[in-house]
Nanobody, 123 residues
Framework: QVQLVESGGGLVQAGGSLRLSCAAS????????MAWFRQAPGKERDFVAA????????YYTDSVKGRVTISRDNAKNTVYLQMSSLKPEDTAIYYC????????????????WGQGTQVTVSS
């Protein structure tokens, strides 16, 4: 079965950078879409970025464009989220997700989820 394991979260000052990793296992991910979502305390889980495993095409939510890059390493079966110029409002638990087919921004579209990694940005 598919397993997604996130890592790389932590505490960082505003303006700093972090790189999150999502190690994927359990199958080949050709024709899958991989995504990052985040959930702040008391709020809904929101889409951050997605990537098509085969083509590498990406999509970002407007609030992170220019500050965040999603990428994947096929050999390592790992998806990354490079975040820079971090703001306190980026504080959240970040989740990796996977689904067969095209990229979407909807939580309900994704079949597989990791356990999440906490990102805290101090002001």
């Amino acid at each position: 079965q598919v397993q997604l394991v996130e890592s790389g979260g932590g505490l960082v000052q505003a303006g700093g950078s972090l790189r999150l990793s999502c190690a994927a296992s359990g199958r080949t991910f050709d024709s899958y879409a991989m995504a990052w979502f985040r959930q702040a305390p008391g709020k809904e889980r929101d889409f951050v970025a997605a990537i098509s495993w085969t083509s590498g095409s990406t999509y970002y939510t407007d609030s992170v464009k220019g500050r965040v890059t999603i990428s994947r390493d096929n050999a390592k079966n790992t998806v990354y989220l490079q975040m820079s110029s971090l703001k306190p409002e980026d504080t959240a638990i970040y989740y990796c997700a996977a689904r067969p087919g095209y990229k979407t921004t909807f939580v309900s579209s994704y079949d597989h989820w990791g356990q999440g990694t906490q990102v805290t940005v101090s002001s």
